[in-house]
């Protein structure tokens, strides 16, 4: 068990790095907290896996350095830093019984006998696998296979933390969720470190207490589900988090003031500085209103989810899409919008000005 | 689905049934003819039923040359094999290497197979040939044409340097098909590096390891030319192989009756061993 740290982490799988799209993870300072539940979002390519595969030593990154417990691990291999990591596709020792599979890791680290059995009969139970212990592994379904990959990293009752490389890709959907109730319940029995990757962001949001969001090798934001929803720090997390996403509209700077379309607009906090190639406002859906005064649209679409409606509009400045009450009548043709001022965020180059 | 019946299709059939014909079931009808016959030219010929089968198969000089060809099969299976994993696990994953290695691993396979067995004669002639030149230059007593020894370790020599590419090459196939994630794994669950080659990289090459072992079994047991073209069989009958001393029945002799006897027991064997092999193989499949 550790508090696990990463310091000035770069990592480029090119020799020479020329821009910053050459890099797959850069500039990476983060602390996952000993028993913490973290989700690691971002779209596929943003360098997730990666960052995983460098915590658990796969990898060792071109720059900056790994510490767990404030001790520099940079240099150990996996087995000395003592990983779990389960991956993206079952990974199970075909010739090799369920138990064998199980017991493997603890076979490798010579662990007396009599103990191997307790544990691997213990997470059998947990895993709801001992049925099948002594079936050859090469026969189960896919997830029973990733089953024994997550039994695997379980059976060490002493690692560092475990570590999820979208596990449940190969699973069949109403497992998936089945499996990943048992991940968080498994988190809250045994209180180890446990890092989520995925893209998927229903499946961060229910796994995790904070999710680190990554965009283009960098982490953009790391919060609660709620802190990525109320208060997105980069324009990326906006419109990655949310359905529909966050509406980003271009706008100018002006004394302080947000101005959209010659209109001042009342934002979450004021803006001090001018220094920005792009400028963009940002509101997500779920804040806006209807009033008899505002920003003016014309209403182009409306679509009822049964929970809600979700209205198109087009303003001067581009389409913004609100979401009404399912009861609240809407109003055909030209209308008004507000936006809540306290969610009502501006961002210069992508990030959030506070 | 209902199926449509049109006894029509059966001409589409008869382009591949006229080919099979041609080359295999009418050349091994005619064998199967002269197996029970006995002749002497001119289209005369006589019923002998089985006789010459079992004359072959009491016959003390088949025995010799069946267990030659039985010793010969397992010792180059016995090195071809596992040399052929060893080099492949050693073959790089990528870069610039890996066109290298696979280029100069193919070489040999595509050398004709008289001229591989040209090149070894003359490369291992004791007066002349490198190989043998050196070897009596070093103080051996080596000379293929004369010594039982020498001439099968010539031989086993020239087949492991001719065949065991082909081995490396469904090797390399079988590793290279290996997700990284299993080795990933095995890094993360403390593995040993023999542990990754016999719990992961052995079992994952089982279905090309399969192939190869057939294709060098039923190459080496019918294996012909090489030796002839090195040996010819010598010295004596040392390195007369089924094929070799098939042939010498044959057209040596001219012995029909036997020598076609001979090719169906021969044939038999091929067929029987392959089975009896891909059975045990593929029931082990269904296991899993």
Redesign the interface.
């Known amino acids: 068990m550790a508090k696990i740290t990463l310091k000035d982490l770069s990592h480029s799988y090119l020799k020479t790095q020329s821009s910053d799209a050459d890099w797959a993870v850069r500039d990476v300072n983060i602390d996952w907290e000993d028993g913490g539940a973290y989700a690691l979002l971002g779209p596929s390519g943003c360098g997730k896996t990666t960052l995983l595969n460098i915590i658990s030593g796969l990898i060792n990154p071109t720059k900056g350095d790994i510490l767990f417990n404030d001790k520099m691990v940079s240099n150990l291999n996996p087995v000395e830093r003592n990983i779990a990591q389960i991956f993206q596709f079952p990974v199970i020792y075909d010739t090799m019984t369920v138990y064998d599979n199980l017991a493997f890791p603890l076979k490798n680290r010579k662990i007396e006998e009599d103990k191997i059995k307790a544990k691997v009969h213990e997470i059998a139970e947990m895993l709801e696998l001992s049925s099948t212990l002594s079936n050859r592994a090469s026969g189960l379904t896919a997830d029973g296979k990733q089953k024994i990959s997550l039994g695997r990293g379980l059976v060490r009752s002493d690692v560092n933390a475990i570590m999820f490389d979208e596990p449940l890709t190969v699973i069949d959907p109403h497992l998936k969720w089945i499996l990943r109730s048992k991940l968080k319940e498994l988190h809250q029995k045994i209180n180890r470190t446990m890092i989520y990757v995925t893209h998927d962001q229903t499946e961060a949001l229910t796994f995790a207490d904070q999710v680190v969001v990554m965009h283009e090798g960098q982490i953009v934001q790391t919060g609660t589900p709620v802190d990525l929803f109320e208060k997105p720090k980069h324009t990326f997390v906006g419109y990655f988090i949310g359905s529909p996403g966050m509406n980003l509209l271009p706008c100018e700077f002006k004394g302080g003031d947000v101005i959209l379309n010659g209109k001042k607009i009342e934002t979450h906090t004021k803006v001090k500085s001018n220094n920005f190639s792009k400028t963009e406002i940002g509101v997500r859906p779920e804040f806006i209103n209807f009033s008899s005064d505002g920003i003016p649209v014309k209403v182009l679409s409306v679509s009822n989810t049964g929970r809600h409606k979700i209205v198109d509009t087009q303003s001067q400045s581009g389409k913004i899409k609100m979401i009404a009450k399912a009861s609240e009548d809407i109003p055909s043709g030209s209308a008004f919008l507000s936006f809540k001022k306290e969610y009502t965020y501006a961002y210069g180059d992508d990030w959030i000005i506070e | 689905m209902n199926k449509t019946i049109n006894q029509k299709a059966w001409f589409f059939v008869i382009p591949v049934f006229v080919l099979v014909a041609f080359n295999a079931i009418i050349p091994l009808m005619t064998v199967v003819n002269y197996a029970f016959q006995e002749t002497f030219g001119n289209n005369v010929f006589m019923w002998e039923g089985t006789r010459w089968f079992k004359q072959i198969m009491l016959s003390e000089r088949f025995h010799a040359s069946l267990g030659r060809q039985f010793l010969f099969t397992f010792i180059i299976l016995f090195i071809q094999i596992p040399l052929g994993i060893a080099i492949a696990l050693t073959m790089p994953k990528e870069g610039i290497g890996v066109p290298i290695c696979l280029v100069l691993m193919s070489m040999p396979l595509l050398i004709p197979w008289n001229v591989v067995g040209a090149m070894w004669n003359i490369f291992a002639l004791p007066d002349i040939g490198f190989l043998g030149h050196s070897l009596n230059a070093l103080g051996f007593d080596y000379n293929f044409t004369q010594q039982i020894g020498d001439a099968w370790f010539t031989t086993i020599l020239m087949d492991v340097w001719h065949w065991t590419s082909l081995v490396v090459l469904l090797s390399y196939a079988g590793l290279q098909s290996i997700?990284p994630?299993?080795y990933?794994?095995a890094?993360?669950?403390?593995?040993?590096r023999w542990?990754v080659f016999t719990?992961?990289e052995l079992?994952?090459m089982k279905k090309v390891l399969t192939i190869a072992i057939l294709l060098r079994f039923m190459d080496s047991f019918m294996i012909y030319t090489e030796p002839f073209v090195l040996t010819g069989g010598g010295p004596g009958n040392a390195t007369a192989f089924l094929s070799i001393d098939l042939v010498k029945m044959a057209l040596g002799q001219f012995d029909l009756g036997p020598a076609a006897a001979m090719s169906l027991i021969y044939f038999f064997i091929v067929l029987l061993v392959c089975w009896v092999f891909y059975t045990l193989m593929m029931r082990n499949e269904g296991?899993?």
């Open positions: 997700q994630a299993y990933q794994a890094e993360i669950d403390g593995a040993s542990a719990k992961i079992p994952k296991n899993q």
